[in-house]
């Protein structure tokens, strides 16, 4: 039982256009939401990062929305850079615990 | 954020055989993480490693498959026993930066023949 879905295994964009990444959860309960980017052989890198008490986190070019009542999140990254091609995982937290439940990635893929 | 490193980076190793994986961080840490990503999969959370007491393990992992050591704040070692083809992953560590944020070091990946 997958509790944090990401459903598109992958994303092309055109660089300077806005890549949107989604991921679905199951439990209710989760109050830490967190995105991680990962480049071939190296570990994954935190992004941003959103309590459950707020629908909207800003960082930059990134910015993580939450919609609680759909049990759902999403990354923004404006604009999009080729650097920004990796794969990005969202990930989700219980009761503040340590443990980290991901997502299954998304494969971001921006063109030049 | 802390500095991790990992040893070996990749190893192929033979069925039946162990390899241990050592991860340092250039801080003192109270809780360290093992996850393991499949192939084509998601990170999983194999074991908490606690210095001082043994290692917490997730439902399906087993401390005689991937015995673990936390012999100070700054070092783990995670053993991979009497290895298999399933076993093929990428291993990772991580610790706690702030609040449930968690920085993760540069994996090692296993291939097992």
Redesign the interface.
Known sequence: DQQ?KQNSPSLSVQEGRISILNCDYTNSMFD?F?W?KKYP??????LI?ISSIKDKNEDGRFTVFLNKSAKHLSLHIVPSQPGDSAVY?C?A?LD?????I????TRLLVRP | SAVISQKPSRDICQRGTSLTIQCQVDSQVTMMFWYRQQPGQSLTLIATANQGSEATYESGFVIDKFPISRPNLTFSTLTVSNMSPEDSSIYLCSVVGGGVTQYFGPGTRLTVL
């Open positions: 944090v830490y967190l991680y052989a190296e570990g994954p890198t935190f990062s995982f990930a937290s503040s615990s340590y443990k980290l991901f997502g299954s990635g």
